[in-house]
């Protein structure tokens, strides 16, 4: 029979390790479709057998999806010797598939607000991809008032010192004029800081509020996270 060894199945899903789940299943902790099943080899099909661990059904998840929202001082990157990374936030018992997680682009350490975590690979290249533009929107508090002639430099793309000047970027400004929200359809190095530095300003505040359709969760305090309901991953994925 093709399909999952139980044992793969179970500490894929869970925390354990393949020796402990061996040990769950000799036990006689686990039933497959209702009946105990003690040999750690039985082939599962993931999706159509009822897996259960002491009782409790465990499913099959192959893709995680969560909303973070990332703090000032936390490094996006899964492991760094000095900073709090993003997985240092991420409960173990929250998820299905810790080990695969990887970030859906970065945000500098100083820069608040909405990334996206998953192991769907193939989401986040659609999503990165140059060709792809996807909006990313931002909140900004600068140092000095902004001012219609900026608005036009973000307009008409400005030269950051790299190869190409940026793709054209919107600029609203808010009503405390040091304020505003700027959209991007790409994302270089400091690629905003760097902006308003060859516009003779300085960004004292930054904070992602969106990626395509996906918005950061008013609700959500910096330093948490949750797992995007099906109407936000349906907006993400109509990205093409
Ligand atoms: N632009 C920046 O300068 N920093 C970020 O973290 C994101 C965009």
Redesign the pocket.
């Known amino acids: 029979m093709s399909g999952m060894r139980l044992d793969k199945y179970l500490s894929e899903m869970g925390n354990q390790s393949r020796t402990e789940i061996k040990q769950y299943i000799k036990k006689g902790r686990v039933t497959v479709n209702g009946q105990t099943q003690k040999q750690p080899e039985r082939k599962v099909a993931p999706g159509r057998d009822a897996v259960c661990l002491d009782g409790k059904e465990v499913l099959f998840v192959k893709n995680e999806y969560f909303m973070f929202h990332k703090p000032a001082g936390c490094v996006?990157a899964t492991k760094d010797a000095v900073h709090k990374t993003v997985l240092d936030y991420i409960d173990e018992a929250d998820c299905h598939r810790k080990k695969e997680l990887f970030l859906v682009g970065?945000?500098?350490r100083?820069?608040e607000g909405l990334l996206l975590l998953t192991n769907d690979g193939e989401l986040a290249h659609r999503l990165l991809s140059p060709k792809n533009h996807v909006e990313?929107q931002?909140f900004v508090r600068l140092k000095n008032p902004l001012n219609e002639e900026e608005k036009e430099r973000f307009s008409a793309g400005i030269d950051i010192g790299d190869e190409k000047p940026t793709r054209p970027a919107e600029l609203e400004i808010l009503k405390e004029e040091n304020e505003a929200y700027v959209t991007?359809t790409e994302?270089?190095?400091?690629?905003?800081?760097?902006?308003f530095e060859s516009c003779g300003n300085e960004?004292l505040y930054?904070k992602?509020i969106r990626m395509g359709g996906l918005w950061l969760d008013e609700n959500l305090p910096a330093g948490q996270y949750r797992p995007l309901s099906a109407a936000e991953l349906e907006l993400l994925k109509a990205i093409n």
Not at 187 to 195: A, D, E, L, T, V
């Open positions: 996006s970065r945000l500098d100083d820069t990313k931002y991007l994302g270089r190095f400091h690629q905003i800081k760097r902006m960004v930054l992602r």
